[in-house]
């Protein structure tokens, strides 16, 4: 049995239930990953951006003061709340 096959697959294969392979299959990806060891981080270490959404760039008490209620919900820059998708390196401009 390979190691790339779906639980479909391998219930298919031993003749048994989806739902049994997939209790199977969980219990051993989740030994596999409490043994892998946590990276070690050396020299030069590259990270992305990070936007996080919390009122006026993480001061709700600007927001109320331009008359806003809630902070980044209510916003005009994110009118839906939430995460706001990531901009292109093009309309940073």
């Given at each position: 049995?390979?190691?790339?096959?779906?639980?479909?697959?391998?219930?298919?294969?031993?003749?048994?239930?989806?739902?049994?392979?997939?209790?199977?299959?969980?219990?051993?990806?989740?030994?596999?990953?409490?043994?892998?060891?946590?990276?070690?981080?050396?020299?030069?270490?590259?990270c992305?951006?990070?936007?996080?959404?919390?009122?006026?760039?993480?001061?709700?008490?600007?927001?109320?003061?331009?008359?806003?209620?809630?902070?980044?919900?209510?916003?005009?820059?994110?009118?839906?709340?939430?995460?706001?998708?990531?901009?292109?390196?093009?309309?940073?401009?």
């Amino acid at each position: 049995m390979g190691l790339n096959l779906s639980n479909a697959q391998i219930a298919k294969e031993l003749d048994l239930n989806k739902d049994d392979v997939q209790q199977m299959t969980a219990q051993l990806r989740q030994g596999i990953v409490s043994k892998k060891p946590s990276p070690t981080l050396r020299d030069e270490v590259e990270c992305d951006e990070v936007y996080i959404v919390a009122g006026h760039k993480g001061k709700p008490e600007e927001v109320v003061k331009k008359g806003g209620k809630g902070g980044a919900e209510n916003s005009k820059a994110n009118p839906g709340g939430g995460r706001l998708p990531p901009k292109s390196r093009q309309s940073l401009g």
